[in-house]
């Protein structure tokens, strides 16, 4: 009776760490073909447009990125939604008059094809790495908020820490199933000798489908990123 | 502003920025009786200092006795506008800063703050002080490199390009070329 009893447990307990075991290597599966696919060119894509998330840093950061934005199609990267540090009012400032200018050009509103949002930062600049654990946990709830809200197909960023929390949950719904996104992160031409800790999470992590550098000695440095000359 | 047209002296202004950094340090430099005896003999005439969230005061001076006049203020939405006025410009590393000076293809003096935590902007302006774009300074060197510049040897910034990144992107996507 005890050892019919005993056996049994064995049994249930074997069946149950298989099963475990199982699980964890079909989600570790889905996590390395996620990153497997990251940085693979998407294989068929209708030419329609892509719902785009723009993540902007701040001064030099947003100024690179508008000067992205606007030799990228409008109306291939639509619609667009913008978001800024909550520390940070002068970039959406800036990408809203962007965005005016365009509206301006084309005669429509601007407020059909660009939305604006803040989120709370991981780290601010200067703050110890410590510390910046607990931020960017609070960062990563506020980021799942939006994000859930968001889905894009594409997201542009070029740091700093405020992309991180986007960018991971944006792989997370990669390995999910939940949406397939393409991220582009472009490094700050600050940048001369090593990526930035934001740079260097996506690149290690293999979250990001393409990286660019502005100078070619963080190309050779890094070799799976891009280098096409400066953007500013 | 502008030069009155009865013979009076041309003036030349420096244009000190610090952006929305606390660099109280370059504050501090250019306020300084070195520093502004160097900008007069080269024959700077004004100096405006945008001094952002510092402490330190520069004091103001009418320039009446053949001094270098000395303006200050914190910030401005308008600081494109000094930056198109000045002759020389010596700015904090911010590669916002940097890059528009640079455009304008205006002189420039890049000035490192050495107190900040992560301080790669070094990186930057000793990249472009190679290239010889700029000149790279520190607070406490910068009357020397006032002293030693020749602005005439600077060469001008090529304007980057961001149609490369954005072509590989729409390959990446799958969008035709144009």
Known sequence: ?232 | MGDTENGEKARKTVFVTVGTTLFDALVRAVDSLEVKQELLKRGYTNLVIQMGRGSYTPTKSGGEDGSLAVDFFTFSSSIADYLRSASLVISHAGSGSIFETLRLGKPLIVVVNEDLMDNHQIELAEELAERKHLYCARPQTLHQTIESMDLESLLPYPPGDAMPVAKLINQFLGFPDD
């Open chain 1, 1 to 232: 009776m005890e050892k019919g009893n005993g056996c049994c447990s064995i049994m249930a307990s074997s069946a149950t760490i298989t099963f475990f075991l199982v699980g964890i290597t079909l989600v570790m599966c889905r996590v390395l073909y996620a990153m497997y696919r990251s940085s693979k060119p998407l294989r068929k894509r209708a030419p329609q447009p892509v719902s785009t998330l723009i993540v902007l840093g701040s001064g030099g950061h947003t100024a690179e990125m508008l000067n992205l934005l606007s030799v990228l199609q409008k109306d291939r990267f639509s619609p667009r939604t913008y978001i800024a540090a909550a520390t940070d009012n002068m970039s959406l400032q800036k990408a809203r008059l962007f965005e005016n200018s365009l509206a301006d050009e084309n005669g429509v509103g601007a407020v059909k094809t660009a939305q604006f949002m803040q989120i709370y930062r991981s780290r601010e600049v200067g703050q110890s790495y410590a510390t910046s654990v607990w931020t960017t946990l609070l960062a990563i709830v506020h980021a799942l908020q939006l994000m859930i809200k968001i889905r894009p197909q594409v997201i542009l960023c070029n740091g700093p820490g405020t992309c991180i929390p986007l960018c991971a949950i944006a792989f997370l719904f990669k390995v999910l199933g939940i949406r397939w996104s393409s991220i582009f992160y472009v490094e700050s031409i600050a940048r001369v000798k090593r990526l930035s800790l934001s740079g260097l999470l996506l690149y290690k992590l293999r979250i990001a489908d393409e990286l660019f550098v502005q100078w070619p000695q963080l190309q050779r440095k890094y070799p799976r990123a891009h280098y096409v000359g400066c953007l500013m």
